[in-house]
């Protein structure tokens, strides 16, 4: 039973050692925007409508584009610890809000709901181990 207790306050502890680390937010990557426009015209060619019926049509607009990072667990996942927990859904995907280094190890931070319903992150490698 001693055992168990030295195992579960070594657990509380891992899981817990990067809450106070310090997290250094990634930077998204700029939005690109790119103009998209269509017509179905041409200049000098003549066209016939019935009654209400369009003659011309024109498209133009903007198309912005933004990229982020995703991190999609294989598994449903259950991180614990001080009373509240994390669960990660098998499948949906978590942003990468960040990197935190513990130990010297540079881990990535995925976003995401705390049981008590803040934000909070879970901290993985570049293996995906959490």
């Known amino acids: 039973m001693n055992q168990r207790k030295v195992l579960i306050a070594i657990c509380s502890c891992l899981l817990l050692a990067g809450c106070g680390q310090q ?19 041409v200049v000098g ?16 607009y903007l198309v912005t584009v933004s990229t982020t990072q ?24 978590y942003p990468v809000v960040g990197y935190a280094t513990v130990d010297g190890m540079m881990f990535a931070v995925a976003e995401a709901l705390v049981s008590t319903g803040v934000k909070g992150g879970v901290l993985f490698n570049s293996n995906g181990e959490i």
């Open 23 to 41: 997290l250094v937010r990634d930077t998204p990557e700029s939005p690109t925007s790119r103009r998209e426009a269509s017509k179905n015209y």
């Open 45 to 60: 060619q003549e066209r016939s409508a019935y009654v209400g019926e369009a003659i011309v049509k024109v498209k133009d």
């Open 70 to 93: 995703i991190a999609t667990p294989s598994e449903n996942v259950t991180v614990g610890g001080a009373g509240a927990s994390i669960t990660l859904e098998k499948g949906r995907g």
